[in-house]
């Protein structure tokens, strides 16, 4: 079992920078495959970025050169930040550890960027 919460969710300007957490919990965190999800109202969830145990990561084109995700191992936590922020970037953001080929979900944590 894994347990993730998400935070650092909120509101900010097009423009603006955020930077995401996820904690986790319940098992050896370096070995976890994490990733970032959103979701906006009315549309499928979507992959946003993924980072491996490694520290390999993958972005999604639409985020490419504007955020960064991170892991620190000694923490067990992992980072998205998010700079350059749209209004379609609005959406709540979900965390996702993968273990042994299941997939563990954390809360997720709204981002709203609007003026």
């Known amino acids: 079992q894994v347990q993730l919460v998400e935070s650092g969710g909120g509101l900010v300007q097009p423009g603006g920078s955020l930077r995401l957490s996820c904690a986790a919990s319940?098992?050896?965190?370096?070995?976890?495959?994490m990733g970032w999800y959103r979701q906006a109202p009315g549309k499928q969830r979507e992959l946003v970025a993924t980072i491996t145990g490694s520290s390999s990561t993958t972005y999604a084109d639409s985020v490419k050169g504007r955020f960064t995700i991170s892991r620190d191992n000694a923490k067990n936590t992992v980072y998205l930040q998010m700079n350059s922020l749209k209004p379609e970037d609005t959406a709540v953001y979900h965390c996702?550890?993968?273990?042994?080929?299941?997939?563990?979900w954390g809360q997720g944590t709204q981002v709203t960027v609007s003026s």
């Open positions: 319940g098992s050896r965190f370096s070995i976890l495959a």
């Open positions: 996702r550890a993968r273990l042994s080929g299941t997939d563990y």
